[in-house]
């Protein structure tokens, strides 16, 4: 069983920046993909960026640049660096692990297998 613990949500203004956290825990081998999804209230979950299995790594076209993935394999910790944050970047941010999820499919959460509780990222403007 993988847990996976969010943290690092904030309120912040905009422009700010925030560096979310994802400590990973239990089994997990070479082949798990990790992800980084939101949600904001009345909309569908969506992905934010994603690494696979072989360290590629893809962003949504709304990240233009702003975000960075990376993860610490001696820490098992996954990061979301967020700079230049907007209002519309105002969501609960959650962390999700997947088995062997191709680079094409890391924005598809319906892949993901498990989930973390969510860390809540609110931006004013």
């Known amino acids: 069983q993988v847990r996976l613990v969010e943290s690092g949500g904030s309120s912040v203004q905009a422009g700010g920046s925030l560096r979310l956290s994802c400590a990973v825990s239990g089994y997990t081998d070479d082949y798990y993909s990790m992800g980084w999804f939101r949600q904001a209230p009345g909309k569908e979950r969506e992905g934010v960026a994603g690494?696979?299995?072989?360290?590629?790594?893809r962003y949504a076209d709304f990240v233009k640049g702003r975000f960075t993935i990376s993860g610490d394999n001696a820490k098992n910790t996954l990061y979301l660096q967020m700079n230049s944050l907007t209002p519309e970047d105002t969501a609960m941010y959650y962390c999700?692990?997947?088995?062997?999820?191709?680079?094409?499919?890391?924005?598809?959460?319906?892949?993901?297998?498990?989930w973390g509780q969510g860390t809540q990222v609110t931006v004013s403007s």
């Open positions: 999700a692990a997947g088995w062997n999820i191709g680079l094409r499919f890391l924005m598809v959460p319906g892949l993901y297998n498990y």
């Open positions: 690494i696979d299995s072989d360290g590629r790594i």
